[in-house]
């Protein structure tokens, strides 16, 4: 029995690596469509191409109403005695929540911040893409003066709207003094809409992925302007961030990751995790030894906390149907990510300890776009087209290439250490350990964020 286990846990993994070491990451990049069409009509019918166009939020009168009626006739589920977040959203909480919502949230005072940056749309491959563009207030037009764009990309159950507290830290120029380059650096910000989130048209065909969201992407950069530019992410932007990176290497200057997207199915991962649980002194520094968590850790708290992709990933418009209908429910459902995402002893307190990381007005603000857009549905549905997209699976094991950077905040839902990131990361300039943040690292966090972009690019600057 001994030397059975000792097979099973020492000498398959260690197999497995020798393997993945030498043959996995050397994969042909796959092949990328170079066209799609997501509109309605055809594409012959559709296929004009028109400029951006200017957007601004607007809520009606009788769509704001139609919200405070449903608010106001909530039937409420309830709550087990003595219980805070361990069953999902609490909901004698729900009820502080709708109250606030109902009586206190002041929507154009919101409405007026979302507003408070240019929005444009842009019809791409047949359905209109939404954006926000941040130019700074002076073009570079010095031989000492940098202006490089960036990405922004979000992803689920966020929005664009997690950047607008990041958008600004960015905006301020560094001098060349301060960045030990010979010219100072500027950004100039884009903030894209996933297409069916925030204020994107929803695709109507089956089959949109990841892959075809970072094409899409690329275009709408391209005509802004920038053949090359940076890109950022967490969550659904961590991923179209890599599928751009990996599809189109020469337009990615950089990309910057707030979550690594590094999956399990990947024989080299697994088997270097494995390796690493029964000798970590192998895989890992003596730093990542004491913040990594266990491989049965991990197991375990992503298994507590992934029904909600296995019910997205198969069968989305059921749920849908509920959220869409209910906005105490749809708040219900994006609150508690917004919260166990944030910590994962947050379950714990009586309101989730989501003003601890965040205010009410800032994610009811979050639900207030899904609301207005009516697109919980589709936001859900881009589970299922990357979960069975036969396009995606070839891309898990193509190297990322390009100058890469990964800010690890300590309460993200995943984590990844720099030894494991380095198996799809083949060029890390910059990898920093943060003791807090967590999954929405842009909103509650902008500061830690805005500091490590910026590190980043003086990083990949200086290598020109």
């Not at 020492?10 to 990451?25: E, L, Q």
């Amino acid at each position: 029995m001994a030397v059975l286990k000792l097979i099973v846990f020492v000498a398959i993994p260690i197999a497995i690596s020798i393997y993945c070491f030498t043959n996995c990451g050397n994969e042909e990049i796959p092949k990328i469509e170079e066209d799609g069409w997501w509109g309605r009509d055809s594409a012959e019918q559709g296929a004009v191409d028109r400029p951006p166009v200017p957007f601004v939020v607007k809520a009606s009168n009788a769509t704001l109403a139609d919200l405070r009626s449903r608010l106001e006739n909530t039937r409420f589920p309830s709550s087990l005695d003595g219980t805070a977040f361990e069953y999902g959203l609490n909901s004698d909480y729900l009820r502080k929540v709708v109250s606030h919502w109902k009586d206190t949230f002041n929507w154009d005072a919101q409405q007026a911040k979302l507003n408070a940056y240019p929005q444009f749309k842009v019809n791409i491959e047949g359905i209109d893409v939404h954006f926000v563009r941040i130019q700074p207030n002076k073009p570079s037009n010095s031989a000492n003066e940098k202006t490089r764009p960036i990405m922004l990309i979000h992803g689920w159950p966020g929005s664009y709207w997690e950047f607008y507290k990041l958008i600004p830290l960015l905006m301020e120029t560094e001098s060349g003094d301060k960045t030990n380059l010979k010219e100072s650096i500027s950004f100039e910000v884009i903030c894209p809409s996933i297409p069916g989130y925030g204020f994107s048209e929803a695709p109507h065909k089956p089959g949109f992925d990841g892959v075809d969201t970072a094409r899409i992407f690329v275009k709408l950069m391209k005509k802004l302007g920038h053949e090359k530019f940076y890109v950022q992410g967490g969550d659904w932007g961590a991923m179209i961030s890599t599928n751009m990176a990996q599809a189109y290497p020469d337009n990615i200057i950089g990309v910057h990751l707030n979550m690594a997207p590094i999956r399990m199915r990947s024989l080299g991962v697994f088997a270097r995790q494995l390796v690493g649980e029964i000798f970590p002194s192998l895989i890992y520094s003596p730093a990542e030894i004491r913040i990594r968590s266990s491989l049965k850790e991990t197991f375990f708290h992503i298994l507590k906390e992934s029904g909600y992709m296995h019910i997205q990933a198969t069968k989305p418009d059921t749920v849908a149907a509920s959220l869409n209908d209910s906005p105490a429910g749809l708040a219900a459902y994006i609150l508690e990510k917004f919260s166990t995402w944030s910590g994962k002893e947050n379950i714990h307190c009586p309101d989730g300890c989501i003003t601890k990381h965040f205010t009410l007005d800032e994610v009811l603000t979050n639900v207030m776009i899904y609301w207005l857009a009516g697109n919980i549905g589709s936001s859900m549905r881009f589970y299922k087209e990357y979960f069975t997209s036969d396009d995606v699976v070839p891309w898990d094991s193509v190297p990322v290439v390009v100058p890469s950077g990964i800010a690890a905040f300590r309460y993200e839902l995943v984590q990844h250490t720099r030894s494991i990131a380095e198996l799809k990361f083949s060029n890390i300039v910059r990898y920093t350990d943060f003791p807090r943040g967590g999954h929405f690292a842009a909103l509650e966090v902008p500061e830690l964020l805005a500091e490590d972009i910026k590190a980043f690019v003086r990083a990949v600057e200086s290598l020109k």
